[in-house]
């Protein structure tokens, strides 16, 4: 009784590893075939979290109206959309997502933004930190379902 115990604990681990093996083994071919489909056409997109404080809500919107104008003119543009939400103090939160059909279009439109900003006196760091806004930016993949 106790070596058919001992058999039948063998067997049932030796069976949950070449499960386990076989569930990883699948789990890379689904990665390796998402990162080929993903090659073919990837877009991504620029995500900034953006705090303004109430008094430098009119100053900021001028700018950014300006620098959305001028994203929307890049080649490789898709959309553009913004979420905000008004705090208790009357400060401005505000989300914005700019998605680009490649990383390349991204870099070409950074140069560009930042030649059109120089040419008309726009400082954005500069801007930023004189009036107390804080921004948060990172570039994501987008993921279509």
Do not use: C
């Amino acid at each position: 009784m106790r070596q058919t115990l001992k058999t039948i604990v063998l067997i049932i681990t030796i069976l949950s590893a070449m499960k386990t093996f076989g569930q990883h083994k699948n789990q890379f071919k689904m990665e390796q075939n998402n990162r080929e489909e993903r090659t073919v056409r990837e877009q991504v997109a620029v995500i900034d979290k953006i705090s303004i404080p109430k008094k430098a809500i009119a100053a900021y919107s001028e700018k950014s109206i300006f620098i959305r104008n001028t994203l929307r003119q890049q080649p490789g543009f898709v959309k553009y959309e913004i979420f905000q939400q008004t705090g208790d103090r009357g400060d401005l939160l505000v989300i914005t997502v700019a998605t680009w059909s490649d990383r390349q279009h991204i870099d070409n439109a950074r140069l560009v933004i930042r030649e059109e900003m120089q040419k008309v006196g726009i400082n954005m760091p500069a801007f930023l930190e004189q009036n107390g806004i804080t921004m948060e930016r990172d570039i994501y993949q987008v993921v279509v379902e």
